[in-house]
């Protein structure tokens, strides 16, 4: 099975940060306003009326409705040039996971690590201290909104938002090892993952429980006398369907066989996503938010979770299985397994290899053709009041985001 891996989500993230629209004013001000929607973040939050996106190191706000993107700060007369501006202060760690707005405040995580001397001076411990921030959109005063112990929060590209509660996957400081030499080694993606949330009305943060739990999910780490390097270690979050946070993990039951594949590939670790070279498996994790247990399900790992739907590719039909709350199924051919499949408007569009829309009510299959998208970095972002929200990139790398028509974007 292709699946986006850590390799590729961190070079669309980078790409992210290069990247913007060429609109901006450094006077312009976030207006306050509740944002819908439970936002999703792949790098960016995504919200029914907007997103956000980082450029210069500060978060910027694209609003749909006026297509103007603008820093996330409303703080009294800033200029948003110094880090105390509220766009840098959210951004200030540059941290893989995305800040969030609640109400009438932005979310974000920090964390420190440190090495603590025994009282005896003989032996050290590794301690890991997290915080979730919060900054005031009024105001501009940020505050420690809850503590986060022992665990690192801000690696972790995929999170949700659930109701009040901020789920996201954390990693432990049991990963840390201390070398022959006495230095010490923190990988972060090394060890224990756990799903953990934040209780956004509240500031009570719960660990709901490991997550690479298989007894195979360590062959990923190989050591070496002086290092240790991960290959596709981060566990995902996949989104919440039917009331269930879905999230998955790949591993191998050999560690012989990655490194077989490493040496076959001659460096080349983009290619360990495909099976034709390492043979993954990918452990499905389901957490019942309205039970607060954990599940199995015998579905395969979603290729998409969005608006009731839950889209997954079949390997043995070849083809995109759209699942609708109401229990019903859509087989959806002429497609391959690409990256970045997505379900807008009830329609599924893919821009990277299949250059196809596929629209799940009258079951037609229409080719995309414009070669405005043909190196696949188009995405379909929102559907408002009968236009779609597209994001493609220009000539010089950076991220246009426009309205346009259905017709428009097909032809």
């Given at each position: 099975?292709?699946?986006?891996t850590?390799?590729?989500?961190i070079?669309a993230?980078?790409?992210i940060?290069?990247?913007g629209?060429?609109?901006q004013?450094s006077?312009?001000q976030f207006?306050?306003?509740p944002?819908?929607?439970?936002p999703?973040t792949?790098?960016?939050?995504?919200?029914?009326?907007?997103l956000?996106?980082?450029?210069g190191g500060?978060a910027?706000f694209?609003?749909y409705?006026t297509?103007?993107?603008?820093?996330l700060?409303?703080?009294?007369?800033?200029?948003h040039?110094?880090?105390?501006?509220?766009?840098?202060?959210?951004m200030?760690?540059?941290?893989?996971?995305q800040?969030?707005?609640?109400q009438?405040?932005?979310?974000?995580f920090t964390s420190?690590?440190?090495i603590?001397?025994?009282e005896?001076?003989?032996?050290?411990t590794?301690e890991?201290?997290?915080n979730c921030?919060?900054?005031s959109l009024?105001?501009?005063?940020?505050e420690?909104?809850?503590?986060?112990?022992d665990?690192d929060p801000?690696?972790s590209?995929?999170?949700?938002?659930?109701?009040?509660?901020?789920?996201f996957?954390a990693y432990?400081e049991d990963?840390?090892?201390?070398?022959?030499?006495?230095?010490w080694?923190?990988?972060?993606?090394d060890?224990?993952?756990?799903?953990?949330?934040?209780?956004l009305d509240t500031?009570t943060f719960?660990n709901?429980?490991?997550?690479?739990?298989?007894?195979y999910a360590?062959n990923n780490?190989?050591?070496?006398?002086?290092?240790?390097?991960?290959?596709?270690?981060?566990?995902?979050?996949?989104?919440?369907?039917?009331?269930?946070?879905?999230m998955?993990?790949?591993?191998?039951?050999d560690?012989?066989?990655l490194?077989d594949a490493m040496?076959?590939?001659?460096?080349?670790?983009?290619?360990?996503?495909?099976?034709?070279y390492?043979?993954w498996?990918?452990?499905?994790?389901?957490y019942?938010?309205?039970?607060g247990?954990w599940?199995?399900s015998d579905?395969?790992?979603a290729?998409f979770?969005?608006?009731?739907?839950?889209?997954y590719?079949d390997?043995?039909q070849?083809?995109?299985?759209?699942?609708?709350?109401?229990?019903?199924?859509t087989?959806?051919?002429?497609?391959t397994?690409?990256?970045?499949?997505r379900?807008?408007?009830?329609?599924?569009w893919?821009f990277?290899?299949?250059?196809?829309?596929?629209?799940?009510e009258?079951?037609?299959?229409t080719?995309?053709?414009?070669?405005?998208?043909?190196?696949g970095?188009?995405?379909?972002l929102?559907?408002?009041n009968?236009?779609?929200v597209?994001e493609?990139?220009?000539d010089?790398?950076?991220?246009?985001?426009e309205k346009?028509?259905?017709?428009?974007?097909?032809?």
């Amino acid at each position: 099975m292709y699946k986006k891996t850590l390799l590729f989500m961190i070079a669309a993230f980078q790409a992210i940060l290069l990247a913007g629209c060429t609109e901006q004013s450094s006077e312009a001000q976030f207006s306050i306003h509740p944002l819908t929607g439970e936002p999703y973040t792949y790098g960016r939050s995504l919200y029914a009326e907007g997103l956000l996106t980082e450029r210069g190191g500060k978060a910027y706000f694209l609003d749909y409705a006026t297509m103007e993107s603008v820093p996330l700060c409303n703080k009294p007369n800033c200029t948003h040039s110094g880090m105390d501006c509220t766009a840098s202060l959210c951004m200030n760690d540059a941290t893989a996971t995305q800040p969030i707005v609640y109400q009438d405040y932005v979310y974000y995580f920090t964390s420190i690590d440190q090495i603590v001397d025994a009282e005896d001076g003989k032996s050290q411990t590794y301690e890991i201290k997290s915080n979730c921030m919060r900054v005031s959109l009024k105001t501009g005063e940020a505050e420690t909104f809850a503590e986060i112990p022992d665990y690192d929060p801000t690696r972790s590209i995929y999170s949700v938002f659930a109701e009040n509660q901020y789920y996201f996957i954390a990693y432990s400081e049991d990963s840390a090892y201390q070398n022959n030499d006495g230095t010490w080694h923190y990988g972060g993606m090394d060890g224990s993952q756990y799903l953990c949330c934040i209780n956004l009305d509240t500031g009570t943060f719960e660990n709901l429980g490991l997550v690479n739990d298989s007894p195979y999910a360590e062959n990923n780490t190989i050591l070496s006398e002086t290092d240790s390097y991960t290959i596709y270690p981060q566990v995902l979050i996949s989104g919440v369907y039917n009331g269930k946070l879905y999230m998955y993990y790949q591993y191998v039951t050999d560690q012989q066989t990655l490194l077989d594949a490493m040496e076959e590939v001659d460096g080349n670790l983009l290619l360990l996503e495909d099976d034709t070279y390492v043979p993954w498996i990918y452990e499905n994790k389901v957490y019942n938010l309205e039970t607060g247990t954990w599940e199995t399900s015998d579905l395969p790992v979603a290729s998409f979770i969005g608006n009731d739907w839950y889209l997954y590719w079949d390997e043995t039909q070849q083809a995109y299985v759209a699942l609708r709350s109401d229990g019903t199924e859509t087989i959806i051919e002429g497609f391959t397994e690409t990256d970045s499949p997505r379900i807008v408007n009830g329609k599924l569009w893919d821009f990277l290899d299949s250059m196809k829309c596929f629209d799940l009510e009258t079951q037609t299959l229409t080719q995309i053709s414009d070669s405005l998208y043909q190196d696949g970095t188009a995405e379909v972002l929102a559907y408002i009041n009968g236009m779609y929200v597209v994001e493609y990139y220009d000539d010089s790398g950076s991220a246009v985001y426009e309205k346009m028509t259905e017709s428009k974007l097909l032809s």
